[in-house]
């Protein structure tokens, strides 16, 4: 069974550039949640879709925004970047959210100079 | 807010000591407990998970977990720590009724000397 599958693993943007990036499910679950690590505020909730439709949002500006398609794969995308928003982007899916529990990802790692 | 807490943001232990790590969190009624692990460069892996039933959780890799309701903690142990079990480690815990997210404590980097 192929775990959750983030592409691409590294990513250097400049500052003001966009960014998308891109994760793949387990095949079957339909919750997808983005998490951003940071060495200095450790890993923060981003938003959590399920069925296309985001269930929640996390304390992060407009900037941020995302996505999940019908086979239930995620984009997350990034506007107008910066330096701060360095960090390694990690998506977990679950069958059904917390309940089912949360399998993450290899992570995205952007690096925004 | 819901929170958690791990005290220790660093942990020594030599090869084939025991280990625990602390892991306490602030909500009022029982949430969904977890224990991540991570290599540098990596993402997460679950180590185990808590819902309910029996509070002592066994995992992957020779780890365990005992809820204790009364003090709000989940602590992770293991009875023989081995060289490969150098990693950070993250303590979570997931609300449904605050959408699903999960909220990690700040992690403890685990340090295994031979």
């Known amino acids: 069974k192929a775990g959750v599958t983030q592409t691409p693993r590294y990513l250097i943007k400049t500052r003001g550039q966009q960014v998308t990036l891109s994760c793949s499910p387990i095949s079957g679950h339909r919750s997808v949640s983005w998490y951003q690590q940071t060495p200095g505020q450790g890993l923060q909730f981003l938003f959590e879709y399920f069925s296309e439709t985001q269930r929640n949002k996390g304390n992060f500006p407009g900037r941020f925004s995302g996505r999940q398609f019908s086979n239930s794969r995620s984009e997350m995308n990034v506007s107008t970047l910066e330096l701060g928003d360095s960090a390694l982007y990690l998506c977990?899916?679950?069958?059904?959210?917390?309940?089912?529990?949360?399998?993450f990802g290899s992570g995205t790692r952007l690096t925004v100079v | 807010a819901q929170s958690v807490t791990q005290p220790d943001i660093h942990i020594t232990v030599s090869e084939g000591a025991s280990l625990e790590l602390r892991c306490n969190y602030s909500y009022g009624a029982t949430p969904y407990l977890f224990w991540y692990v991570q290599s540098p460069g990596q993402g997460l892996q679950l180590l185990l998970k808590?819902?309910?039933?029996?509070?002592l959780v066994q995992g992957i890799k020779g780890f365990e977990a005992e809820f204790k309701r009364s003090q709000s903690s989940f602590n992770l142990r293991k009875p023989s720590v081995h060289w490969s079990d150098a990693a950070e480690y993250f303590c979570?815990?997931?609300?449904?009724?605050?959408?699903?997210?999960?909220?990690f404590g700040a992690g403890t980097i685990l340090r295994v000397k031979s």
């Open positions: 977990a899916s679950s069958q059904d959210g917390v309940r089912g529990g949360y399998t």
């Open positions: 808590y819902f309910s039933g029996d509070t």
């Open positions: 979570a815990v997931g609300f449904m009724e605050y959408g699903n997210k999960l909220v």
